[in-house]
Each structure stands twice: as C-alpha cells, then as structure tokens.
T-cell receptor, first 110, second 117 residues
Framework: GQNIDQPTEMTATEGAIVQINCTYQ??????LFWYQQHAGEAPTFLSY????GLEEKGRFSSFLSRSKGYSYLLLKELQMKDSASYLC???????????FGGGTRLMVKP | GAVVSQHPSRVICKSGTSVKIECRSL??????MFWYRQFPKQSLMLMAT?????????EQGVEKDKFLINHASLTLSTLTVTSAHPEDSSFYIC?????????????FGSGTRLTVV
C-alpha cells in the first residue's frame, strides 16, 4: 500500500517563508505532485518532481529526495492569498493514478 | 491549457433519489478519468478509475452499484450516485491526465458539492 504524511496545519506570517514537508512510502514511485486547493474549489497544479533535487517556480519551490521518501514545498514572500490547503500526491506507475496525502492547511496571518 | 468541465457545481437532492455528475475534457481526449470524493477538512480519496469503453475500476470499500460510472466517449465520464443518503453528502471531483508529459500534471474539474437532505 501507500502511506503519505504531511502536517495537518501550519501558520505563517505574511512576507515570510514556509516549508511544508511530505514523507511517503510507496512501491512503484514515479513522481510526486504538489497541489494548492482553496476551500470549496478544485486543486490546482503547483509542481511535479520525479528526480532528486529542487525545482523552482517563482515564489514556490519543491524538493524531492527519493532515497529518503521525502519532499517539501517551499513558499517564499508569503501573501494572504496563499492561505489554502497544500496537497502532496504520489504517482504510482503501476496503477497510473495519484494518491493524495491528507493535505496541510496553511494560514497566512498579517 | 487543458480544461476539465464538471457539472453541476452544486446539487441538493432528497434521500433516495439519484444524482448524475458529468465531467468533460474540453480540448483533449481523456481515455482515463479519476473520480475523487472529499469530506470537509480531509484530502481527496480516490473512488474509482473510469476507462473509456470498458468497466470502471473501483477502490476498496466503494460500492460499484451505488456509484455508477460511465465513460462512453473520449471526452465524457459520468458518475451517478444512486439512492443517495445524507452520508453521501460530499465534494466530488473528477480528474484527467493531460497528454504524456507528467509536467502537465493532472487537471481537475471544478468539483460538485452534493448535499443530500
């Protein structure tokens, strides 16, 4: 089976940096996604990592270590609109599907 | 970019009735669509994988006779919640993988908020 863990909630201050961690245990790993989801809306794609290392996209960066089963999403220069849930999802090639972690609710305060 | 259109966005129905949710891929062909359910403050749970022209694959614990999936064309998949009960009230979202490049990720529909009264 698959096991994906991420913190349930985090709070950060506007303008600051926050790191959201995700650990996973899975067979047939073929990539990890990060999604942002605002309440009542569908998830939107943020990043995809399949090789070890850091992928940077503007204010958002995502890191993967396959040997450690670990990823993080780094958000810089936090804005109030970044308050949302952040979902870590692992792609399993055998099943050709995504399995989601429980999501991390991030609250950005002034 | 690739768009998955999902309808309705909200529906309220009486216990015992059936509700159909549609997902259409607007500018690409989706041989496979995924149906998720999300309860408040929880993550997305995969219910079933819908395959064009063949039977859907259901996750463990999901009743296939209650959640009917039809994927009759390369651009349309439907989920019908039959004999709905209040415990079926949830946020239902469909998703499709766009093309062969993983960087595109999976595109999600806008979701359907189902309330059974």
């Amino acid at each position: 089976g698959q096991n994906i863990d991420q913190p349930t909630e985090m709070t950060a201050t506007e303008g600051a940096i926050v790191q959201i961690n995700c650990t996973y245990q899975t067979s047939g790993f073929n990539g990890l996604f990060w999604y942002q989801q605002h309440a009542g809306e569908a998830p939107t794609f943020l990043s995809y990592n399949v090789l070890d290392g850091l992928e940077e996209k503007g204010r958002f960066s995502s890191f993967l270590s396959r040997s450690k089963g670990y990823s993080y999403l780094l958000l810089k220069e936090l804005q109030m609109k970044d308050s949302a849930s952040y979902l870590c999802a692992v792609f399993n090639n055998a099943g050709n599907m995504l399995t989601f972690g429980g999501g991390t609710r991030l609250m950005v305060k002034p | 970019g690739a768009v998955v259109s999902q309808h309705p966005s909200r529906v309220i129905c009486k216990s015992g009735t059936s509700v159909k949710i549609e997902c259409r891929s607007l500018d690409f062909q989706a041989t496979t669509m995924f149906w998720y359910r999300q309860f408040p403050k929880q993550s997305l749970m995969l219910m079933a994988t819908s395959n064009e022209g063949s039977k859907a694959t259901y996750e463990q614990g999901v009743e296939k006779d209650k959640f009917l999936i039809n994927h009759a064309s390369l651009t349309l998949s439907t989920l019908t919640v039959t004999s709905a009960h209040p415990e079926d009230s949830s946020f239902y979202i469909c998703s499709a993988r766009v093309g062969g490049e993983m960087n595109y990720g999976y595109t999600f529909g806008s979701g359907t908020r189902l309330t059974v009264v």
